[in-house]
């Protein structure tokens, strides 16, 4: 009689135990988050579509049943576009959508971790990310501002872009207007380009009226939409600028830390389906709408001459090399990327190269 006392007594008072309290507290608590994004209501990959933030934003909930919602807000609904960061560094909303060269004014070394030059194709950038060091490099570059950040998506190799009149040899660019961000924009300014950094929704009025000479934006889906090819007819490409194109979350760091382990694992899984699924979208929507660009629209898609993709390379190396020495955080993001590029650079030599050449 007295061992079942004691075994009862003991079950009970385990049963009633607080220890447990607070992890079944932590597991029903729910949340209720506002996603900002830099582009457009509408926008495919961008805001709408596979893979895309408001995708990603159902994924949460579907995944944590409901306890963790996310209401997204496109550029203008909310805050102006190019805002995001701002507004999650204060707290304003607790997420952006956007990419990270958007920043470079605050922070030069975030370019790296949306595409670079010359640099790190699909596979290769994920590649560096995930499992070359690349996320702690951006965890430690973003959490003195109180901020995390991780890939959402990713647009794969971009064209180069939109041009009112044809490019034959390098001096063409000397004077262009040219809408284009990042690293790029860098290595063009150095050519003599007047650089302009403009909101999606405002490149095709600025080329269509004169106001641009040329622009960048993504790739041929998403670039017919636009209605760029009723502003400038000459289609350029080697990907030179942007062989990838990686999809920024931006997340308020102590938002983030306020989230239950489980709800953290959901946000960086349904992160990582997007980025996925965001790229084979593009993937499997460019080809026809390329088609589709040339048959009916009258555009010439061509690629660089070589001897101007070759002047490019040059001057994208003193500019990177320039920007590295210039500020130390950027170096060693630099120097991190392009010795994990090295050594990507062999492997892919070896298997993805012969077999294009041979396939093509």
């Known amino acids: 009689m007295q061992r079942r006392k004691f075994l009862k007594g003991g079950l009970m008072a385990a049963a009633a135990a607080p220890l447990a309290a607070p992890s079944i507290a932590r597991a029903q608590e729910s949340f209720s988050w506002k996603m900002t994004n830099a582009y457009g209501p509408g926008s495919p990959f961008y805001v709408e579509g596979p893979g895309s933030p408001t995708d990603f934003c159902k994924k949460v909930e579907a995944m944590s049943g409901g306890r963790l919602k996310i209401q997204h807000f496109a550029a203008g609904?909310?805050?102006p576009a190019l805002e995001g960061f701002d507004a999650v560094r204060s707290g304003t909303v607790e997420m952006n959508a956007a990419n990270a060269y958007f920043w470079a004014g605050k922070m030069p070394a975030a370019q790296y971790f949306t595409t670079v030059p010359f640099g790190l194709n699909f596979q290769g950038m994920n590649a560096w990310l995930y499992h070359g060091g690349g996320q702690q490099l951006w965890d430690e570059l973003y959490e003195p501002l109180g901020l995390k950040a991780m890939p959402m998506g990713?647009?794969?190799?971009?064209m180069t872009g939109w041009f009112r009149e044809p490019i034959t040899k390098i001096e063409d660019f000397q004077d262009l207007k040219m809408r284009i961000p990042g690293l790029a924009g860098k290595v063009y300014a150095q050519l003599?380009?007047?650089?302009?950094?403009l909101p999606g929704g405002e490149i095709f009025p600025a080329l269509e009226r004169g106001v641009i000479d040329a622009a960048e934006f993504v790739g041929p889906y998403q670039d017919r939409r636009l209605g760029l090819q009723n502003a400038a007819k000459y289609y350029y490409t080697t990907g030179w600028h942007e062989p990838s194109n990686a999809t920024e979350l931006?997340?308020?760091?102590?938002?983030?830390e306020s989230l239950p382990a489980d709800l953290q694992a959901i946000v960086q899984s349904a992160a990582m389906a997007c980025n996925l699924e965001s790229h084979t979208w593009?993937?499997?929507?460019?080809?026809?709408?390329?088609?589709d660009l040339v048959e009916n629209y009258g555009v010439t898609a061509d690629v660089l001459p070589a001897d101007v993709v070759t002047k490019l390379k040059e001057v994208t190396l003193e500019t990177l090399a320039a920007g590295a020495e210039a500020d130390p955080a950027t170096k060693k993001v630099h120097d991190a990327f392009m010795a994990f590029k090295k050594e990507h650079d062999m492997w892919s030599q070896i298997s993805e190269k012969p077999y294009h050449m041979m396939a093509g």
Request: hydrophobic share 55%.
């Open 77 to 79: 609904e909310l805050i």
């Open 192 to 197: 003599g380009v007047d650089v302009k950094l």
């Open 154 to 158: 990713n647009t794969g190799v971009q």
């Open 282 to 291: 593009c993937e499997a929507n460019n080809a026809a709408a390329l088609v």
């Open 250 to 256: 931006l997340v308020n760091k102590a938002a983030w």
